[in-house]
Each structure stands twice: as structure tokens, then as C-alpha cells.
């Protein structure tokens, strides 16, 4: 059974850091790309990053490029999202998902976590 759980989350200030973790089980991280994703109260899912199966290629929604970086812990079969000059807008439940090939379009993902929530003050 896979499963897939983040955590992480928590309150920081503006220009602040936070790092998410997706902790995944029942797959392997060498045949399953993961992608991170957002919502946010009133907004529709936002695809924000991935990261291929086997880590060869990752991605970026330009609002969150050069500012979070996604990286892999194959031992650990964990991904993690790291969150710099974090801004009020960045505010939203942070969800990872696993597909076995890996997009910014929350649609084609068949496996999720629950979410964490993250939340900036300005």
C-alpha cells in the first residue's frame, strides 16, 4: 500500500524558511516521480515542484523559482521541499504526490499525502 506523509509545516515569518518533507512508503523513489503542490483557502491546487523518478529532473513554478529547492533522500525514500524568502503567498496546505511520471499537473497524480499546513506572516 502506498502512502505518502508530510510534514514540516508550521508558522514562519516573511523571509523566512521552512522545510517540508514527504515520507513515502509502498513505492520506490527510483520508479515513482514526486511532486509537490499547494492550495490555498479559495484557490485552486497549484503544482510547485517535482522531482523525477530516479532525481534526474526537477522542476519549478516560476513564483517559487530560486527560492525552494527539491532534493531526495533515497535511503530514506523521502523528498524534501526547501522554502527560503518565504512570503505571505506562499500561505497553503503543501500536499506531496506520486506518479511514475512526474508533472506540475495535479490531475495525473494517483497517490497523495494528507497535507501541512504552512502559513507566513507578513
Known amino acids: 500500500q502506498i502512502q505518502l506523509v508530510e510534514s514540516g509545516g508550521g508558522l514562519v515569518q516573511s523571509g523566512g524558511s521552512l522545510r517540508l518533507s514527504c515520507a513515502a512508503s509502498?513505492?520506490?523513489?527510483?520508479?515513482?516521480?514526486i511532486g509537490w503542490f499547494r492550495q490555498a483557502p479559495g484557490k485552486e491546487r497549484e503544482g510547485i515542484s517535482y522531482?523525477?523518478?530516479?532525481?534526474?529532473?526537477?522542476q519549478f513554478v516560476d513564483s517559487v523559482k530560486g527560492r525552494f529547492t527539491i532534493s531526495r533522500d533515497a535511503a530514506k525514500n523521502t523528498v524534501y521541499l526547501q522554502m527560503n524568502s518565504l512570503k505571505p503567498e506562499d500561505t497553503a496546505v503543501y500536499f506531496c504526490a506520486a506518479d511514475k511520471v512526474a508533472t506540475l499537473i495535479f490531475e495525473l497524480y494517483d497517490y497523495w499525502g494528507k497535507g501541512t499546513q504552512v502559513t507566513v506572516s507578513s
Open positions: 509502498g513505492l520506490s523513489l527510483d520508479d515513482y516521480g
Open positions: 522531482i523525477s523518478s530516479g532525481g534526474s529532473s526537477t
